[in-house]
Nanobody, 129 residues
Framework: QVQLVESGGGLVQAGGSLRLSCAAS????????MGWFRQAPGKEREFVAA????????YYGNSVKDRFTISRDNAKNTVYLQMSSLKPEDTAVYYC??????????????????????WGQGTQVTVSS
């Protein structure tokens, strides 16, 4: 069982930056692909970013590409989401998630929530205009 705990959300003005963290309880964190999703009120869950356990590449949703960066620190069992040039439409609850260990997948698979087995409780990000 893997427990994921997000932190770092808050209120920020448009154009600002914020860094989210997701701490994982897994003993073998380095074997887990990690993803970020978000969900705004009344909207469907949206893929934000993912990083395979190999660390060989990163994937981003179209709406956040070139503004958000996913990274991980395996020594700290933590994955990060650096968000820059924030827009009001980025307002949402942000979730980190992990599939079964040693799952890499392609963008098509990693951009779908059904791929992931473990989910955090989410952290609220609010961007004011």
């Amino acid at each position: 069982q893997v427990q994921l705990v997000e932190s770092g959300g808050g209120l920020v003005q448009a154009g600002g930056s914020l860094r989210l963290s997701c701490a994982a309880s897994a003993r073998t964190f380095s074997s887990y692909t990690m993803g970020w999703f978000r969900q705004a009120p009344g909207k469907e869950r949206e893929f934000v970013a993912a990083m395979p356990w190999t660390g060989s590449t990163t994937y981003y949703g179209n709406s956040v590409k070139d503004r958000f960066t996913i990274s991980r620190d395996n020594a700290k069992n933590t994955v990060y989401l650096q968000m820059s040039s924030l827009k009001p439409e980025d307002t949402a609850v942000y979730y980190c998630a992990a599939p079964n260990p040693y799952y890499s997948g392609t963008y098509t698979r990693l951009s779908k929530g059904e791929t992931y087995r473990y989910w955090g409780q989410g952290t609220q990000v609010t961007v004011s205009s």
